[in-house]
């Protein structure tokens, strides 16, 4: 038996590898490919497809070991299921970022482009670690004591803010100043997932009292291990993301 057999959470973090890599090759394609020169496209494509792929395998395996106080690759090693979605989750939205990122056809573009991506993946960071402090529970704790449902919340979550940090990254590059004044501007639309969480999922989905931070959802997660809850309310994330990366 491969260790895949054996370890579903080393299982799950390969399975978001290659999706992650999948919205890479997509990008590629879709924004290096022109038409009118085959031997053109076929090296841009190699070109940023394949520095794609190494920022993925690189940036994303780097995130997974600092991620939740450097103790997701223990845990994964050790089969906890909650950690490999955690760590899958973050390589699906390493991989949003770069699809959104890196795709063009000179060298100039590609440097604009790693610097773009390395501002997302820390603004990444940042908002979920900010976007985190609406729980009351200890979120790596939990992940770490193999909470299927709290692993699904934080998915959910972070790949929902990729989607956001990906939209607001990508663009034509109109210089320093105009492109970073509206990838700020547009990073205000990761605001919407608070009201999401707090008010459309706790309260009208879920029917728990209203709270402005914590609440009955935090009792559903952390207390009671509802898979099902969670699916509810990361599902709301990424619709609320689809909705606003779509509308924007």
Same mark, same amino acid.
Do not use: K
């Given at each position: 038996?491969?260790?895949?057999?054996?370890?579903?959470? !080393?299982?799950?973090?390969?399975?978001?590898?290659?999706?992650?890599?999948? $919205?890479?090759?997509?990008?590629?394609?879709? %924004?290096?490919?022109?038409?009118?020169?085959?031997?053109?496209?076929?090296?841009?494509?190699?070109?940023?497809?394949?520095?794609?792929?190494?920022?993925?395998?690189?940036? %994303?395996?780097? %995130?997974? !070991?600092?991620?939740?106080?450097?103790? +997701?690759?223990?845990?994964?090693?050790?089969?906890?299921?909650?950690?490999? =979605?955690?760590?899958?989750? #973050? @390589?699906?939205?390493?991989? /949003?970022?770069?699809?959104?990122?890196?795709?063009?056809?000179?060298? &100039?573009?590609?440097?604009?482009?790693?610097?773009?991506?390395?501002?997302?993946? &820390?603004? /990444?960071?940042?908002?979920?670690? @900010?976007?985190?402090?609406?729980?009351?529970?200890?979120?790596?704790?939990?992940?770490?004591?193999?909470?299927?449902?709290?692993?699904?919340?934080?998915?959910?979550?972070? =790949?929902?803010?990729?989607?956001? =940090?990906? #939209?607001?990254?990508? %663009?034509?590059?109109?210089?320093?100043?105009?492109?970073?004044? &509206?990838?700020?501007?547009? /990073?205000?639309?990761?605001?919407?997932?608070?009201?999401?969480?707090? *008010?459309?999922?706790?309260?009208?989905? +879920? #029917?728990?009292? $209203?709270? *402005?931070?914590?609440?009955? *959802?935090? !009792?559903? =997660?952390?207390?009671?291990?509802?898979?099902?809850?969670?699916?509810?309310?990361?599902?709301?994330?990424?619709?609320?993301?689809? @909705?606003?990366?779509?509308?924007?």
């Amino acid at each position: 038996m491969t260790d895949a057999d054996v370890n579903p959470a !080393r299982a799950i973090v390969r399975a978001g590898f290659v999706c992650g890599a999948a $919205f890479i090759v997509a990008s590629a394609v879709r %924004g290096c490919v022109h038409g009118a020169d085959w031997r053109a496209d076929l090296l841009w494509t190699s070109v940023f497809g394949g520095s794609a792929i190494v920022l993925l395998a690189a940036a %994303g395996f780097l %995130g997974v !070991r600092v991620l939740l106080r450097s103790r +997701l690759p223990g845990e994964i090693a050790r089969g906890n299921l909650a950690a490999g =979605v955690a760590a899958g989750a #973050h @390589l699906v939205a390493t991989g /949003l970022i770069i699809a959104r990122c890196l795709y063009g056809d000179d060298i &100039a573009t590609l440097g604009v482009s790693v610097v773009f991506f390395v501002l997302a993946q &820390a603004t /990444l960071h940042l908002f979920v670690v @900010l976007f985190r402090f609406l729980t009351l529970y200890a979120e790596d704790e939990e992940i770490m004591g193999e909470n299927v449902a709290a692993a699904v919340s934080y998915a959910g979550a972070m =790949v929902a803010i990729a989607m956001i =940090v990906g #939209h607001a990254a990508e %663009g034509t590059f109109a210089g320093w100043g105009a492109s970073l004044r &509206a990838y700020a501007a547009a /990073l205000a639309g990761a605001l919407v997932l608070y009201p999401v969480r707090q *008010l459309v999922v706790q309260t009208l989905l +879920l #029917h728990q009292p $209203f709270a *402005l931070r914590g609440g009955g *959802l935090d !009792r559903l =997660v952390a207390q009671q291990r509802n898979v099902g809850v969670s699916a509810v309310e990361a599902v709301s994330y990424l619709a609320a993301a689809v @909705l606003l990366t779509e509308i924007a």
